[in-house]
Every structure is written in structure tokens, then in C-alpha cells.
């Protein structure tokens, strides 16, 4: 069975950073995109990140770029999302996905809540 | 950016109705479209991809339509399981990734 678990989130202030991870199982990690996609309260999806399975490709949403830094580790079957200069608006629960072009298996994400 | 627009935003429903949500694209992206179903406090569960083809595992009551930038999920007979809310996306033209506003579908 895929299991996609983030851990990392927490209250930070604006200005702040936080790490966030999400550990992989129950499929071959190396050989898949991920993505993390995230969720403010009450709203819709917004697509944040992407990297390629070697890491090649990463890409990233015109709101993070700059700030955010995706990367990823296949010897522990975990990426990574490094946030830096946080602000306000984002705000929200991010979810790992396996990206297969499209979004196959979700994490049930973690909360991230940036304030004063 | 190629934007997704849904409709409606929410509906009420019976169980047993037949539902049908649509989602338009700003442009054409083939056949390129997902449908999602999230329930609260939970993660997003893929439901069909290829705008038709449907995820294993996903009950034969969901089916989905369209080709182009118009196109529909439909659930032949709600059931009370499938309160919930769905969200279009599309693939074809990517970065970003798009997904529509989503639909909720409530409980008449």
C-alpha cells in the first residue's frame, strides 16, 4: 500500500523558515515525481512544487519561487520543501503527491500557520 | 496559465440522485484532466485521469466525460459516501499545475 506521511509544519512568525519532509513507502520512490500541493483554510488546491524522480527538474509555483527549495533524498525515500521568507498567504496544509503527470497518491499533509 | 473554472460551487443532493459537475478550461488541453474527491481533514484520492479513465480501486458509478475544455464528472447514484468535494486539474500545459475551485456536495 502507498504511504505518503509529511511531518515538519508548525506556527512560525513571518520572516521564519521551516523544513518540512514527507517519507514514501509502498512504491519505488526513486522512479517517481513528487510534488507538493497545498491547501489554505477553507480554500482550494494550488500546486507549489515539482521534482523529477533524479532530481533533475525542479519547478516551482510564480508565489514560491525564490523562497522555496524542493529537494529530495532516494536512499530515504523522502523529499523535502525548505521554506524561507515566509509570509501570511502561505499559510495552509501542504500535501506530498505522487506525480504521475497528474496526482496519484496524496499525504494527508501537514499545517503550516505563519504568524505574529 | 491555463485557468480551470468549475460549476456550480456547491449543489444538495439525495442519495441515489444523479450528479454531474463540469469544469472548463481556459484553453484546450486534450484530454489532459483529472477529477479528485477530498473529504474533510482528509487528503485529496484521485479518481479518474485522461479525462475518462478511471482509478483503480475508484466504484464504477463515477465516470467522467469531455475532450478539449469542457468536461464532466458524473455519478450515476450518490451515495452517502461521496459527500464530499471534488476538484478538477489539468495536466497538459504544465508549470503550473491547474485546478478548478471545486464543487461540494451536500446532503438535501
Known amino acids: 500500500e502507498v504511504q505518503l506521511l509529511e511531518a515538519g509544519g508548525g506556527l512560525v512568525q513571518p520572516g521564519g523558515s521551516l523544513r518540512l519532509s514527507c517519507g514514501a513507502s509502498?512504491?519505488?520512490?526513486?522512479?517517481?515525481?513528487m510534488s507538493w500541493v497545498r491547501q489554505a483554510p477553507g480554500k482550494g488546491l494550488e500546486w507549489v512544487s515539482f521534482?523529477?524522480?533524479?532530481?533533475?527538474?525542479?519547478l516551482y509555483a510564480d508565489s514560491v519561487k525564490g523562497r522555496f527549495t524542493i529537494s529530495r533524498d532516494n536512499s530515504k525515500n523522502t523529499v523535502y520543501l525548505q521554506m524561507n521568507s515566509l509570509r501570511a498567504e502561505d499559510t495552509a496544509i501542504y500535501h506530498c503527491?505522487?506525480?504521475?503527470?497528474?496526482?496519484?497518491?496524496w499525504g494527508q499533509g501537514t499545517l503550516v500557520a505563519v504568524s505574529s | 496559465d491555463i485557468q480551470m473554472t468549475q460549476s456550480p460551487s456547491s449543489l444538495s443532493a439525495s442519495v441515489g440522485d444523479r450528479v454531474t459537475i463540469t469544469c472548463r478550461a481556459s484553453?484546450?488541453?486534450?484530454?489532459?484532466l483529472a477529477w479528485y474527491q477530498q473529504k474533510p481533514g482528509k487528503a485529496p484520492k484521485l479518481l479518474l485521469y485522461?479525462?475518462?479513465r478511471l482509478e483503480a480501486g475508484v466504484p464504477s458509478r463515477f465516470s467522467g466525460s469531455g475532450s478539449g475544455t469542457d468536461f464532466a464528472l458524473t455519478i450515476s447514484s450518490l451515495q452517502p459516501e461521496d459527500f464530499a468535494t471534488y476538484y478538477c486539474?489539468?495536466?497538459?500545459?504544465?508549470?503550473?499545475?491547474?485546478f478548478g475551485q471545486g464543487t461540494k456536495v451536500e446532503i438535501k
Open positions: 486539474h489539468q495536466y497538459y500545459n504544465t508549470p503550473p499545475w491547474t
Open positions: 484553453q484546450g488541453i486534450s484530454n489532459f
Open positions: 521534482i523529477s524522480g533524479s532530481s533533475s527538474t525542479t
Open positions: 503527491a505522487a506525480t504521475d503527470y497528474y496526482f496519484g497518491k
Open positions: 485522461e479525462a475518462s
Open positions: 509502498g512504491f519505488t520512490f526513486g522512479t517517481h515525481a
